[in-house]
């Protein structure tokens, strides 16, 4: 009896476990790694998709093949533009293992509401792909631009933004974001600038990446830009930054020093009186000293709080300058101090949350900052200084 029961199991189990009726072959698969999407005149899309050719993959390096292609479609949606270009290839094109999606600066510009639900709907969109805006050009141009270090050039981009730690946004970050309260979506911005090779060949120009901005978005449009260094104050602002540098002027000691932050926290404190806003922001972070272009020696632990009072007024300075600027030029709060304030102290939000645009702008911004400089390398003073030269 009970070797007719365990026998009945491993029947059911068998037919249960039988196999997946939509797997799909490696070789019946078109593997698409980048998606650039742009707005033509007539307000229709333009998209273009990054192929990897697979017979490179697997060394077959003989034919001089490129290790990807690239193709085109237009429609009045994403699904048209798919649809399309599934039309020209001879395999079925595969989104989940899409790394990279480029967005032009027009369509930015006009808005990305309606691009976004296809991304967002589609159970095979990779969540993780990172997003970014081509700034002052299009999508299409930058799925284009060859890069020779990686397999497939918008690889570089994802890799650029892991290793620099900027404003790395995926399109599950922007969905969220988009959707929440009191706060903006910004993301990261690339521009297409020469770059000189040199070789066997005469020099030529030709175009790379240089990811050096951050695009702010209000009501999901592009609405301007953040400089590299803004977009570090920004992000120690928000608490997403990882890593930073910064060029300090030592005006009193003929020089500058660069420093590294290493390790950022911040603390946002809402306040609301009298129906006015206003927030204190508190950064804090430790870094070390990774050059020093001035006299001193840094044996002296006295020059580590000179560095470090340079660092809290300057940062103290800067961001509120930036803070401000946000406020007055964009109106958009991508630092989320409507988000803080809806965490904090809930009933005021239900209040102004319908009015936080007016309130944003009008709040009052304080920033104070707490910095450790932890190390200043592997020497005091400069090697190449003479001993008379040397500030103890």
Same mark, same amino acid.
């Given at each position: 009896m009970r070797r007719g029961i365990i026998s009945a199991l491993l029947i059911v189990l068998a037919m249960v476990?039988?196999?997946?009726?939509?797997r799909m072959e490696i070789n019946d698969i078109a593997m698409v790694m980048a998606t650039s999407i742009d707005l033509k005149d007539d307000g229709s899309y333009v998209g273009m998709i990054q192929v990897a050719v697979p017979a490179r993959q697997i060394g077959n390096v003989s034919q001089g093949r490129n290790n990807y292609f690239i193709e085109a479609g237009t429609g009045k949606n994403a699904q048209e533009i798919m649809e399309q270009l599934q039309g020209k290839l001879s395999r079925?094109?595969?989104?989940?293992?899409?790394?990279?999606?480029?967005?032009?600066?027009?369509?930015?510009?006009?808005?990305?509401?309606?691009?976004?639900?296809?991304?967002?709907?589609?159970?095979?969109?990779?969540?993780?792909?990172?997003?970014?805006?081509?700034?002052?050009?299009?999508?299409?141009?930058?799925?284009?631009?060859?890069?020779?270090?990686?397999?497939?050039?918008?690889?570089?981009?994802?890799e650029m933004e892991i290793l620099l730690g900027r404003t790395a946004v995926t399109i599950r970050d922007l969905l969220n974001t988009a959707s929440g309260e009191g706060i903006?979506?910004?993301?990261?911005?690339?521009?297409?600038?020469?770059?000189?090779q040199i070789g066997s060949?005469?020099?030529?120009?030709?175009? $790379?990446?240089?990811?050096?901005?951050?695009?702010?978005?209000?009501?999901?449009?592009?609405?301007?830009?953040?400089?590299?260094?803004?977009?570090?104050?920004?992000?120690?602002?928000?608490?997403?930054?990882?890593?930073?540098?910064? $060029?300090?002027?030592?005006?009193?000691?003929?020089?500058?020093?660069?420093?590294?932050?290493?390790?950022?926290?911040?603390?946002?404190?809402?306040?609301?009186?009298?129906?006015?806003?206003?927030?204190?922001?508190?950064?804090?972070?430790?870094?070390?000293?990774?050059?020093?272009?001035?006299?001193?020696?840094?044996?002296?632990?006295?020059?580590?709080?000179?560095?470090?009072? $340079?660092?809290?007024?300057?940062?103290r300075k800067d961001t509120q300058k930036m803070i401000a600027n946000v406020q007055k030029k964009y109106a958009a709060d991508i630092f989320g101090f409507g988000d803080q304030l809806h965490k904090k102290n809930n009933k005021e939000w239900q209040k102004l949350k319908l009015k936080w645009d007016k309130k944003f702008v009008k709040a009052v911004v304080t920033v104070d900052v707490d910095f450790v400089l932890t190390r200043a390398g592997m020497s005091g003073?400069?090697?190449?200084?003479?001993?008379?030269?040397?500030?103890?």
């Open positions: 476990c039988a196999g997946c009726k939509d079925r094109l595969f989104i989940s293992h899409r790394r990279v999606l480029l967005i032009g600066e027009k369509l930015a510009r006009k808005g990305i509401k309606e691009i976004l639900d296809h991304f967002s709907r589609n159970p095979k969109t990779r969540l993780r792909t990172f997003v970014l805006i081509v700034k002052e050009q299009e999508g299409r141009d930058a799925i284009k631009v060859d890069y020779p270090l990686e397999f497939f050039p918008t690889e570089a981009v994802r903006e979506p910004v993301m990261g911005a690339i521009e297409l600038v020469p770059g000189q060949e005469k020099s030529k120009n030709k175009l $790379t990446f240089k990811l050096n901005h951050s695009a702010i978005f209000k009501n999901l449009k592009l609405v301007g830009y953040l400089n590299n260094f803004d977009s570090q104050l920004m992000l120690w602002v928000t608490g997403k930054l990882k890593r930073g540098v910064m $060029t300090l002027q030592l005006p009193e000691h003929k020089g500058n020093v660069g420093v590294i932050l290493h390790s950022t926290s911040r603390e946002i404190v809402p306040k609301v009186k009298g129906g006015k806003v206003s927030f204190t922001v508190h950064l804090k972070g430790t870094g070390t000293l990774e050059e020093n272009n001035t006299q001193l020696d840094f044996s002296n632990p006295n020059y580590y709080h000179l560095v470090e009072d $340079t660092l809290k007024r300057v940062v003073p400069p090697v190449h200084l003479r001993e008379l030269e040397i500030v103890k």
